[in-house]
């Protein structure tokens, strides 16, 4: 299953929370998000941080929907580590988090 949130949506959060004091426009990008978006989002950190099996994305995501409770932003900001499990994430599910990040800067 491929995240139907955009590679460079989530390389951009994964740019912002990794600089300091950013939060606040963090939080309001992933508050922009569509739900579907937020709860792959979701599903993407927690594969990174070993939660999940790449394999089991479909599992993660109807979780990450299932179990939504706190605003995504407000979870996702509180988790630690929130830059390298997007990055670890994204690069379990086969997706090229330094070709992308390129692609982001070369728009």
């Known amino acids: 299953m491929t995240p139907e949130i955009s ?3 989530v390389v951009h959060i994964i740019l912002q929370a990794r600089e300091v004091n950013r939060e606040a426009e963090v939080h ?3 508050d922009a998000l569509n739900e579907d978006e937020k709860a792959h989002l979701v599903a993407i950190a927690w594969i990174g941080r070993g939660a999940f099996e790449p394999e089991d994305y479909a599992e993660a995501l109807s979780t990450a929907f299932s179990e939504a409770t706190t605003p995504t932003a407000d979870y996702l900001l509180g988790m630690p ?3 390298e499990n997007l990055e670890s994430g994204l690069e379990a599910l ?3 988090v330094a070709e992308a990040e390129e692609d982001f800067f070369d728009r």
């Open 81 to 83: 580590h929130l830059s």
């Open 94 to 96: 086969d997706i090229d």
């Open 7 to 9: 590679v460079p949506k």
């Open 28 to 30: 309001a990008f992933i």
